[in-house]
């Protein structure tokens, strides 16, 4: 092959992967195009880290690493070239012919795992993945830590020799807690081992890949840890028996098992000759050793994070992981996304000096072309009643010009903040949700239903099998249970078998036709869910387990709620056979279990949503209030005193400012109630270390917050205490005004709506009103501000 046309291909191949990748910046294109070998990808907030990692896996599929090869597979002449230049002058870009010709050692999309940490992330992946590549998307590994490792061990968990099956079941933290308990009571400093103290202890254990025996033996000279140890010991007893895994057993599990079978460990390396992991900086011990185990044969593994977002290592992150990629691969190539999408010039160049304070970072400078943007607002209040009353009010004002409720988030260090918003908020009608508060299925009748479907599932689950025994009440109560315990502990089998031998035993004798009919209803059940849908599974389990029929008799007034729960639950059985090749009880069991908040945040609820900085993570609002910047609570009190976790609070603090996009606001009080007690500290830190140049600072007292924002002159009466909505000693503007049902009524913000139903409260009135654009609120009347139309 002539010389000349060699190099006129190799130059025609990459002006076409570029056109083809035109839609990246330049630092973007080559974290695309650098397929071989190890690679590191400093993404900064907001960089397009999972556009990046999007495009890197279908240039993988399309054309290998044909970019920085000089290799060319095909034999080419002047008709090829003639054919290239064609394809680059009219974007023909996605014929499978221009693939084969332009590819360097291209590989089947099975061949590719790209693992993240959130079901939420691993989604979007998956749904931009499959716009971009269609069917060859689902061959490709895009999901979670956990569900990776669920898949491997669900093959391969027996080959441990340790009596687990690959129908085991997941435990949450819930469950974990309540099996911990049972061996906390045999201690007698009770309140010194409390399931708190003690599960991350052994969390932290198995992060390690330390096993009962391995955690005793570097815990001997400890009799604190000595103690945790035993109970670590009696707690991994009880989830083997019940053929149960923790969230740590999973990763931990998977880890020994490569270490313990190089067979199985050969045969996961030779599939997977692609690894990408996607925020690595919160990656545990065991998470890295999982990762590097896999990728020791090809070597070609991607790790996309940002040492300035490791906000995690109070559950075990480790960001010398990140900071020593490059010891560990010392031929890593490194790139840095600094281009920002999100923020405006001014966000960044905060979020810039502020992170910059930290000495343990890898370095880089966040930059865009979105333009300067507002200064940030610094808000002084005297406590956090009056910080409340301005965000919310602030909120309205922003959405009578225009805004949504859901361009705004309101953030804070801890949950315990939440209280005095939320009481503001509620009293000016103003829709919200708590992300991190409690989870849909963590509701009682949920976790019920769960239940059956993991004794189902899993006869040998003793802990779900117990809850669901006399739910709904069938007559088995707690000294049949205590007797089947007993039995249990003596022949060693689970309380399932020793109901379905009852008749072995005389004990159960008065008991026998009750327990008989309970058994046989599994058994019909576990036949069921081999042939019928995980979703018409679940009906029959609500409707013949007499579930249903115990909540419809149920004349409280939240049964009707937890009915629609329930169809919940049946409808997201169902979404999830959609996305299945085939749909399994284990799968949906496994796919709610890894549920978390984020799972379900839905970002076209057009509610004002509040959440921890921990929890914002990932997300982004146009408006953000961070509420309590006052050093100890932002950073914490437990950081004053420490470097390294004075770094991490900063780190925090770096997440929460590029969350917002267009306008941020911070805030703090010169006194505030937290748990009971009246605090009082200086600002924080952080925002001292914001240039001036970059923000507005305001001093408010309650009484201009109120003024500011308070009905024209006579439209009210005279002001009064309210002790209602926004707590005690907050001034509000009284009306004498009545309302009743029927009324026409025009609110400054949310326009007209006619009054559902007016409730005296005191002095004043709860209105429910359904309005013609924002739908039905309930609020306070002297707050509301309103007119009769």
């Known amino acids: 092959m002539p010389e000349n046309i060699n190099t006129e291909f190799i130059k025609l191949r990459k002006e076409i992967m570029e056109a083809d990748f035109s839609r990246l910046n330049d630092m973007q294109r080559q974290a695309v195009f650098h397929t071989k070998g190890p690679l590191l990808i400093l993404a900064g907030a907001g960089s397009g880290k999972t556009t990046v990692l999007v495009n890197r896996i279908a240039c993988i599929l399309k054309y290998g690493n044909a970019y920085e090869s000089e290799k060319i597979e095909y034999d080419v002449n002047n008709e090829t070239l003639d054919y290239l230049r064609d394809c680059l002058k009219n974007k023909r870009f996605s014929e499978e012919r221009l693939s084969r010709l332009l590819s360097v050692g291209k590989v089947p999309a099975w061949s590719v795992m790209a693992i993240t940490f959130t079901n939420k992330a691993a989604n979007e992946l998956k749904e931009r993945l499959s716009s971009m590549l269609g069917d060859d998307a689902r061959d490709i590994w895009a999901c979670t830590f956990h569900s990776a490792c669920s898949r491997i061990l669900r093959r391969d968990i027996d080959k441990l020799d340790m009596g687990y099956t690959g129908s085991f079941t997941i435990y949450d933290t819930d469950d974990s807690v309540k099996l911990i308990r049972q061996f906390v009571k045999d201690v007698k400093d009770e309140k010194s081992f409390a399931s708190k103290v003690v599960l991350p202890t052994i969390s932290r254990a198995k992060e390690k890949c330390l096993d009962p025996k391995e955690f005793a033996s570097i815990s001997s000279n400890d009799s604190r840890m000595d103690m945790i140890a035993k109970i670590y010991e009696k707690y991994q007893q009880a989830l083997r028996r019940a053929n149960a895994l923790d969230f740590d057993d999973m990763i931990m599990l998977t880890v020994k098992l490569f270490e ?26 065991a998470q890295y050793r999982l990762v590097s185990l896999l990728a020791d044969k090809h070597r070609n593994i ?15 992150a480790t960001i010398e992981n990140i900071l020593s990629f490059e010891k560990q691969y010392p031929d890593a190539k490194v790139i840095k996304l600094e281009q920002n999408y999100r923020s ?23 930059w865009t072309k979105n333009g300067t943007g507002e200064k940030i607002d610094i808000n002084e209040f005297e406590d956090e009643s009056s910080e409340s009353q301005y965000i919310s009010n602030s909120i309205l004002e922003n959405v009578k010009n225009g805004a949504k409720f859901s361009d705004h988030a309101i953030l804070y260090r801890m949950n315990a903040q939440s209280g005095a918003i939320e009481k503001a908020l509620v009293s000016r009608g103003i829709p919200y949700r708590i992300i991190g508060g409690f989870r849909f299925y963590e509701r009682m009748e949920i976790k019920d239903i769960l239940a059956y479907l993991c004794v189902i599932n899993n006869k040998d689950d003793d802990l779900h099998f117990e809850r669901i025994v006399n739910v709904p009440k069938r ?10 315990h007993e039995i249990s502990d003596r022949y060693g089998i689970s309380l399932y078998e020793v109901f379905k031998r009852c008749d072995e035993f005389e004990c159960f004798s008065r008991k026998a036709v009750k327990i008989k009919s309970l058994i046989n209803f599994f058994e019909e059940m576990r036949s069921a869910s081999k042939v019928i849908a995980p979703h018409e599974l679940i009906t029959e389990v609500i409707e013949k387990s007499g579930y249903l029929a115990e909540l419809e008799s149920d004349k409280s007034s939240d049964s009707e709620e937890r009915i629609q729960n329930l169809n919940t639950l049946i409808s997201n059985a169902a979404d999830y056979e959609k996305n299945q090749d085939e749909p399994t009880l284990s799968g949906f069991l496994e796919e709610t279990s890894l549920m978390t908040d984020l799972d379900n945040y839905d970002e076209n609820a057009d509610t004002v949503v509040l959440m921890t900085v921990h929890s914002a993570k990932g997300l982004e609002f146009p408006i953000v209030y961070i509420a309590g910047m006052e050093d100890g609570i932002f950073p914490n009190q437990a950081a004053l005193s420490f470097p390294e976790e004075m770094e991490e609070e900063r780190r925090l603090a770096y997440v929460a400012i590029t969350r917002a996009k267009e306008k941020l606001n911070f805030s703090y009080a010169r006194s505030r109630m937290i748990f009971g007690k009246t605090v009082y500290h200086r600002r924080s830190r952080f925002i001292d270390e914001i240039p001036e140049i970059y923000v507005n600072e305001h001093t408010s007292s309650r009484e ?11 439209q009210f009466g005279k002001q009064t205490i309210q002790t209602g909505g926004l707590g005690i000693g907050q001034k509000a503007a009284h009306t004498e005004e009545k309302y009743q049902a029927g009324d026409i009524v025009v609110h400054d913000t949310f326009g007209k709506g006619i009054v559902l139903s007016a409730k005296a409260m005191g002095n004043d009135m709860l209105l429910e009103i359904a309005f013609e654009r924002f739908g039905t609120k309930k609020i306070m009347a002297n707050f509301a501000k309103l007119k009769r139309a």
């Open 475 to 484: 007559g088995i109560g707690n000294a049949t249970l205590e007797a089947a």
């Open 344 to 366: 405006t010039s001014t966000i960044l160049n905060a979020a810039n000096e502020v992170i910059a304070n930290n000495k343990g970072r890898k370095g880089k400078i966040l």
């Open 704 to 714: 201009q917050i109120f003024n500011a924002f308070k009905p024209a002159k006579g």
């Open 260 to 285: 313990k079978r190089p067979d199985v460990l050969e045969y996961y390396q030779h599939r997977f000759k692609y690894i990408l992991v996607d925020e690595y900086q919160d990656t545990n011990h």
């Open 302 to 316: 991607c790790v996309v994070g940002d040492d300035d977002q490791s906000i995690y290592r109070f559950r075990g």
